[in-house]
């Protein structure tokens, strides 16, 4: 399998510390029309780096799959045999383009990010850090790949084009951004049918739950709140099992956030590279948007912040989206009267804007303290609320689990046995959400 690498962008400078990003497209698209935006701007934000795309079989520069003449079936193809084919491109071409020894990272939305997983199983030697978007250690059930793999062979990539159209882009982005909608779409239409029904079969086996913990590259997760295919719940299920890796959400995005918002992938991209954390440009923890919010001075781990009343308003407001999803938020904003106004804007102000803001605690372990109290309290409504804000914070299911079973130690046994039915409940809503 013969794949093609493309620079989408060159090192402008040689004061700063080489560096080499390799990025893998999604499904349907070629790697230009996704990330050479983001690549352009990380460019800007480190000039010395060289970000490397490899389109997939069939897609963008990339030759098709052999298929014998005459023939209506794909042939059957894994991704460990996509992630052996981008190690041999690599392979070949970093020479090149980079002094031996240079860093090497990896980037990948949708397959590519499913791709990037296995690389990081299989070749963890070869890479420093990984960055997965809008992806899963399973994506979707295996029938529905079947399915699609089986229309797109006999009737050609122009069948899936509305039906991505749909699921690719948050509400809003191909009124706002014609030419990058059309340019992937185009690139969707103009893939090879066998091809994409091949990387269909690829994702219907494709399946590494069960070995995220295996990993032991730096991982940086992100996903795009509206993203139906990948949402949230999975990335932050491979944040949860990898060790150490990072979890962002992208308020607004969809499935292809590398060009849904560029900047904000670049800005996060260069600070996760160089071992910065999250940041890079996102208007708090996720927010979509390519101009620098306005900073609101956080609070320190030794005293509180200097900012106004209206200030820590907002940020705990920001966060509180995040946390709780901009549906639930709406939901209670549209209950406020003029005798619940005051309670609410407390609870953004003192309980999201002062304490959930402040850097001495990540928000993983925030949420597991939240469910502790929670079950010790009994507040099963609040309960079931912070388990799917656990998930979305990058809590496992399983660590879930696990706090629950100490809830039963601390807090009493038939606290925890509510707490567990409350928590299944609200899991199964997620579950059921995603469907």
């Known amino acids: 399998m ?33 990330w050479q935006q983001a690549a352009m701007q990380l460019a800007e934000l480190s000039p010395e780096s060289t970000v490397i795309g490899i389109d997939l079989p069939g897609h963008g520069r990339s030759a098709p799959i052999d298929v014998p003449a005459g023939s209506t079936v794909a042939p059957r193809m894994t991704v460990r045999e996509l992630a052996e084919a981008v190690q041999s491109t690599l392979a070949k071409i970093l020479p090149d383009v980079a002094a031996p020894g240079t860093p090497v990272d990896l980037a990948g939305d949708s397959i590519g990010g499913a791709i990037a997983l296995q690389l990081a199983l299989d070749h963890p030697e070869s890479f420093g850090r990984v960055a997965v978007f809008c992806t899963a250690a399973k994506i979707g059930e295996a029938s529905a790949w079947e399915e699609r793999a089986q229309t797109v062979a006999t009737s050609g990539t122009p069948t899936q084009i509305i039906g991505s159209a749909q699921r690719w882009f948050g509400e809003g982005f191909m009124d706002r951004e014609p030419e990058a909608s059309a340019a992937l779409l185009h690139s969707l239409q103009d893939a090879d049918r066998f091809s994409y029904a091949a990387l269909c079969y690829a994702l219907a086996e494709f399946d590494v739950r069960r070995r995220l913990p295996e990993i032991s590259l730096p991982l940086l997760a992100v996903a795009g709140s509206e993203d139906q295919p990948t949402p949230a719940t999975k990335l932050a299920e491979i944040a949860g099992e990898v060790p150490g890796a990072l979890l962002e959400v992208i308020e607004g995005a969809a499935h292809l956030v590398p060009i849904e918002a560029p900047a904000v992938t670049a800005g996060l991209l260069d600070d996760f590279l160089r071992g910065k954390g999250l940041g890079g440009g996102a208007s708090g923890s996720g927010a979509v948007s390519d101009e620098s919010a306005p900073a609101v001075a956080l609070p320190t781990a030794s005293g509180p912040r200097e900012a106004s009343r209206d ?50 605690l990540d928000r993983r372990m925030r949420s597991a303290i939240t469910l502790t109290a929670m079950v010790a309290g009994g507040h099963e409504a609040e309960l079931a609320m912070h388990v799917k804000a656990a998930l979305r914070n990058g809590l496992s299911r399983d660590e879930i689990k696990e706090v629950l079973l100490q809830s039963a130690i601390y807090c009493s046994v038939p606290s925890a046995n509510t707490a567990f039915s409350v928590a299944a409940q609200a899991l199964a809503e997620v579950d059921e959400a995603e469907e």
Request: charged share 25%; aromatic share 6%; no cysteine.
């Open 311 to 360: 200030e820590v308003r907002e940020a705990g407001m920001t966060v509180r989206r995040q946390v709780l999803s901009d549906a639930h938020v709406d939901r209670a904003n549209a209950k406020v009267d003029e005798f619940t106004t005051d309670f609410q804007d407390l609870i953004t102000r003192y309980a999201w804007g002062e304490i959930w803001t402040r850097p001495g």
């Open 2 to 34: 013969e794949l093609t690498a493309s620079v989408l962008a060159a090192p402008t400078t040689s004061t700063g510390e080489a560096r080499v990003l390799v990025v893998l497209p999604s499904l349907g698209t070629s790697v230009g029309a996704l």
